[in-house]
Each structure stands twice: as structure tokens, then as C-alpha cells.
């Protein structure tokens, strides 16, 4: 069965640090893999989804940035973290266009002080 | 541009109460999906059912019914007899055909109390 891990669980980074989250997927094949954030009071918000190795796309202008080395890993990534990238960290994946359900990973709850 | 409504922001229950989640939403496409998931205190979000626009019967699943009408474009979720496993946040989605984004809406908190 498929399976999706995401980590760290939680993280407090200062201003100014790099971010790395990292997320796998388990027991398939070329998914398409997504970055969600969850601000407090706030829906989910779509940042980055790809399609394939190095193919990236971004939803809106932000500090961050998303690669995709490997097939089934999808890392969220800044070179210098603000104060507003403070949120619930959501990595989620499905398999193209056959199935329509999203799967997500645990989540990341990312504090920037 | 799409959109997708919960206007309801909290909702408190006692368990077996029946409970109705509202979502709302908007786009021009004639061909989209909705859908909704439940987000327990875990945090991990759990699919929960998807409709596509031509489907508009309504589905019940044990507990769970919805009901879709274009006509209002409204896609609600009820829950019967609620029990206090029901508390959660509950996400309404909606994803336009032949994209890749899923536009969420803001979550309703559900509070059942014992």
C-alpha cells in the first residue's frame, strides 16, 4: 500500500535560517506531489505541485521554493525564513489524472520567532 | 476565478445531534469536482467523498449524507447522530477539470461534546 512520510513533525527556526522539509512517498510510481500550507484561521493554501522529476510549479510569489529530486521526494525549501512562513506544512500526493483522491502526509507545524 | 466558501467558522454539537456542514462555491467552469475531507486533531487530512458537477444525487454514506445542488452551488455535509470521534475540521475543495489545484475552503470546526 502507498504511504506518504513527511518530516520533521515540528520545527521552531529563527528569522533569518534555512528551511528544508522534506516528504517521501511510498509504494507508487510517479505521483504528483503537492506543498500545502494551513495558516492559523486560514484554509489550505496550494504553494508548489509537481508533475514529474524537476518539473515545478508555483502557485504564488513567495519565500520559499520546492524541488523534486527523485520521483517519489518532494522538498520545501528557503534560504531565509520570515516571520509570515510561520504555518502548518502539508505534503499530499495522487496518482495523475486517473484518481481524483489526494492523499496527505502528518504535517509539519513550522514556528518562526 | 474559483472559490470556495465555509461561513461557518465553529460549530459546537451535543453527541447525537445532527450537524450540517455549508460550503459554498464558485466558478464558471462546467466541469469541475468537489470534495470533502476531515482533518482530526492529527492534523493529516482524510478523504472523505468526491463529486464531480454532472453527479448531483445525493450520497450517504453510514453517518455521512451530502447534498449537491448547482442551482445554489452549494455542496453540504451532514452528519447524523454525531459522536464526539466527528470533531475535527472539515474542508470543503473544489478542482477545476484538467487542473491540478485544488482550491480549499476555510475549514469548519467541529466541537462534539459528550
Known amino acids: 500500500s502507498q504511504t506518504i512520510h513527511q518530516w520533521p513533525a515540528t520545527l521552531v527556526q529563527p528569522v533569518g535560517s534555512p528551511l528544508s522539509l522534506e516528504c517521501t512517498v511510498e509504494?507508487?510510481?510517479?505521483?504528483?506531489l503537492y506543498w500545502y500550507r494551513q495558516a492559523a484561521g486560514r484554509g489550505l493554501q496550494l504553494l508548489f505541485y509537481?508533475?514529474?522529476?524537476?518539473?515545478i510549479s508555483s502557485e504564488v510569489p513567495q519565500n520559499l521554493s520546492a524541488s523534486r529530486p527523485q520521483d517519489r521526494q518532494f522538498i520545501l525549501s528557503s534560504k531565509k525564513l520570515l516571520l509570515s512562513d510561520s504555518g502548518f506544512y502539508l505534503c499530499?500526493?495522487?496518482?495523475?489524472?486517473?484518481?481524483?483522491?489526494?492523499?496527505f502526509g502528518s504535517g509539519t507545524q513550522l514556528s518562526v520567532l | 476565478a474559483q472559490k470556495v466558501t465555509q461561513a461557518q467558522t465553529e460549530i459546537s454539537v451535543v453527541e447525537k445531534e445532527d450537524v450540517t456542514l455549508d460550503c459554498v462555491y464558485e466558478?464558471?467552469?462546467?466541469?469541475?469536482?468537489l470534495f470533502w475531507y476531515k482533518q482530526p486533531p492529527s492534523g493529516e487530512l482524510v478523504f472523505l467523498i468526491r463529486?464531480?458537477?454532472?453527479?448531483?444525487q445525493n450520497e450517504i454514506s453510514g453517518r455521512y449524507s451530502w447534498n449537491f445542488q448547482k442551482s445554489t452551488s452549494s455542496f453540504n455535509f451532514t452528519i447524523t447522530a454525531s459522536q464526539v470521534v466527528d470533531s475535527a475540521v472539515y474542508f470543503c475543495?473544489?478542482?477545476?477539470?484538467?487542473?491540478?489545484?485544488?482550491?480549499f475552503g476555510t475549514g469548519t470546526r467541529l466541537q462534539v461534546f459528550p
Open positions: 463529486r464531480n458537477s454532472f453527479d448531483e
Open positions: 475543495a473544489l478542482r477545476i477539470y484538467n487542473t491540478d489545484k485544488l482550491i
Open positions: 499530499a500526493w495522487r496518482i495523475g489524472a486517473t484518481n481524483e483522491k489526494l492523499f
Open positions: 466558478t464558471r467552469d462546467t466541469t469541475y469536482y
Open positions: 509537481s508533475v514529474g522529476i524537476g518539473q
Open positions: 509504494g507508487t510510481s510517479n505521483p504528483n
